[in-house]
C-alpha cells in the first residue's frame, strides 16, 4: 500500500472521495465569472466548504444533544465523516442544506472545512419534503417533533394524511395518532416532548375530551410516577362513571365564586367544583384518583 493511501484511511469518505476517477468525473469546471462555477451531476459527492453552507430554514428538529454531537465531532476528527450531508446551489460560493443538519454541527466542532455533500436541484417546496422525510424516516425525533413535522407537511405541501402516510412510510393510523398529540394542552406537549411522559400516557389522555381533566391526570403521572396502564384504568373508571349531569343544571357561578373555584383547584393541584344556587348554599366537590391521593388532600386539610 503507499504512503498516499495509508494516509486517506482514518480521514472518512472526503479522503478516498479525492482519489476516485468517478467522483472527478462527475465535476465539470466553469470559467470564473460564470453564475455558476461548477456544475455537479445529481446524486454525485462533492467537496464544499462548511462557510458556503447556510442552515436548512425547513429542519424540523429544533434541539441537538450537546453530549451526541460531541460524540460525533470526536468520531468525525478520528475517522472523518462518513455519510455525506445533502445540499442544494444557491450560487457559485453558497449552498443551503437539505438534510445532516447534526452532521454539518459535528463537523463544525470537529474543526472541519470542507465537508462530502450531494449537491441537489430543489425548490423551496422539495427542499421542505426531503428535509421532513429525512429526519423523520432517519433521525430520533421526539413524538412532538413529528407530529410537528407532520403537520407542516399537511398544511405547506397540502397533502392528505392518506398521501402523507404513502410519503413517509407510515400507515394513516399512526399518523392520525401522531398529529392528534397537537390537542394536547401545551404544558402536557412540552411533558412529551421533554420525554417526562411518554407516547402511551399521551395517548390515554386524549382519550379525555376534558383539558382540565388532562391536565389533573397529567399532574398525577407526575407526581406519583403513574404507569400506562394505571392512567388506562383512570380514563376507563372516569369514561364509566354515572353521569352527573342528569336532573337539574347547577347554576352559573359568579365571578367571584369562579375565581374561589379556581383558587381551590390551585391549592389542591385537582379539578375542584363549586355549586351553588340561587339561594346561595351549595357544595364543594374535591375529585381523587386513589387512597394515596385522597391521603395528600386529608393532610393538606388537616384530617
Same mark, same amino acid.
Given at each position: 500500500?503507499?504512503?498516499? /493511501?495509508?494516509?486517506?484511511?482514518?480521514?472518512?469518505?472526503?479522503?478516498?472521495?479525492?482519489?476516485?476517477?468517478?467522483?472527478?468525473?462527475?465535476?465539470?469546471?466553469?470559467?470564473?465569472?460564470?453564475?455558476?462555477?461548477?456544475?455537479?451531476?445529481?446524486?454525485?459527492?462533492?467537496?464544499?466548504? +462548511?462557510?458556503?453552507?447556510?442552515?436548512?430554514?425547513?429542519?424540523?428538529?429544533?434541539?441537538?444533544?450537546?453530549?451526541?454531537?460531541?460524540?460525533?465531532?470526536?468520531?468525525?476528527?478520528?475517522?472523518?465523516?462518513?455519510?455525506?450531508?445533502?445540499?442544494?446551489?444557491?450560487?457559485?460560493?453558497?449552498?443551503?442544506?437539505?438534510? %445532516?443538519?447534526?452532521?454539518?454541527?459535528?463537523?463544525?466542532?470537529?474543526?472541519?472545512?470542507?465537508?462530502?455533500?450531494? $449537491?441537489?436541484?430543489?425548490?423551496?417546496?422539495?427542499?421542505?419534503?426531503?428535509?421532513?422525510?429525512?429526519?423523520?424516516?432517519?433521525?430520533?425525533?421526539?413524538?412532538?417533533?413529528?407530529?410537528?413535522?407532520?403537520?407542516?407537511? +399537511?398544511?405547506?405541501?397540502?397533502?392528505?394524511?392518506?398521501?402523507?402516510?404513502?410519503?413517509?412510510?407510515?400507515?394513516?393510523?399512526?399518523?392520525?395518532?401522531?398529529?392528534?398529540?397537537?390537542?394536547?394542552?401545551?404544558?402536557?406537549? +412540552?411533558?412529551?416532548?421533554?420525554?417526562?411522559?411518554?407516547? %402511551?400516557?399521551?395517548?390515554?389522555? @386524549?382519550?379525555?375530551?376534558?383539558?382540565?381533566?388532562?391536565?389533573?391526570?397529567?399532574?398525577?403521572?407526575?407526581?406519583?410516577?403513574?404507569?400506562?396502564? /394505571?392512567?388506562?384504568?383512570?380514563?376507563?373508571?372516569?369514561?364509566?362513571?354515572?353521569?352527573?349531569?342528569? %336532573?337539574?343544571?347547577?347554576?352559573? @357561578?359568579?365571578?367571584?365564586?369562579?375565581?374561589?373555584?379556581?383558587?381551590?383547584?390551585?391549592?389542591?393541584?385537582?379539578?375542584?367544583?363549586?355549586?351553588?344556587?340561587?339561594?346561595?348554599? %351549595?357544595? $364543594?366537590? +374535591?375529585?381523587?384518583?386513589?387512597?394515596?391521593?385522597?391521603?395528600?388532600? @386529608?393532610?393538606? @386539610?388537616?384530617?
Amino acid at each position: 500500500m503507499s504512503a498516499e /493511501k495509508r494516509n486517506a484511511l482514518g480521514k472518512g469518505l472526503s479522503a478516498l472521495l479525492n482519489d476516485s476517477p468517478s467522483v472527478n468525473q462527475n465535476k465539470t469546471t466553469i470559467q470564473q465569472g460564470s453564475s455558476v462555477s461548477e456544475t455537479n451531476s445529481l446524486g454525485s459527492i462533492s467537496e464544499v466548504k +462548511i462557510s458556503e453552507v447556510e442552515v436548512n430554514p425547513f429542519q424540523p428538529r429544533t434541539e441537538f444533544d450537546d453530549q451526541a454531537l460531541a460524540d460525533l465531532s470526536a468520531s468525525i476528527k478520528l475517522q472523518g465523516l462518513i455519510q455525506p450531508i445533502t445540499v442544494r446551489r444557491i450560487n457559485s460560493h453558497s449552498y443551503q442544506l437539505i438534510s %445532516g443538519e447534526r452532521r454539518l454541527r459535528a463537523s463544525k466542532l470537529a474543526g472541519l472545512t470542507q465537508i462530502p455533500a450531494y $449537491i441537489r436541484s430543489a425548490n423551496d417546496q422539495q427542499m421542505l419534503e426531503m428535509a421532513l422525510i429525512e429526519n423523520i424516516q432517519r433521525e430520533d425525533l421526539n413524538a412532538i417533533e413529528v407530529a410537528l413535522s407532520f403537520q407542516r407537511m +399537511i398544511d405547506e405541501l397540502k397533502l392528505k394524511q392518506e398521501e402523507l402516510g404513502d410519503r413517509v412510510s407510515k400507515n394513516r393510523s399512526t399518523v392520525t395518532n401522531y398529529l392528534r398529540l397537537l390537542k394536547l394542552p401545551p404544558s402536557i406537549q +412540552i411533558s412529551l416532548r421533554d420525554a417526562e411522559i411518554s407516547m %402511551g400516557h399521551a395517548k390515554a389522555l @386524549l382519550a379525555i375530551e376534558d383539558p382540565a381533566t388532562q391536565l389533573y391526570i397529567h399532574q398525577q403521572i407526575i407526581r406519583q410516577g403513574l404507569s400506562v396502564r /394505571k392512567v388506562e384504568e383512570l380514563v376507563r373508571d372516569m369514561q364509566h362513571a354515572p353521569n352527573k349531569r342528569e %336532573g337539574k343544571q347547577p347554576e352559573t @357561578l359568579t365571578f367571584q365564586m369562579q375565581k374561589i373555584q379556581d383558587d381551590l383547584a390551585s391549592k389542591f393541584s385537582t379539578r375542584v367544583k363549586l355549586k351553588v344556587n340561587t339561594q346561595g348554599n %351549595g357544595s $364543594i366537590e +374535591i375529585p381523587f384518583l386513589s387512597e394515596d391521593d385522597l391521603g395528600r388532600i @386529608l393532610e393538606m @386539610l388537616d384530617w
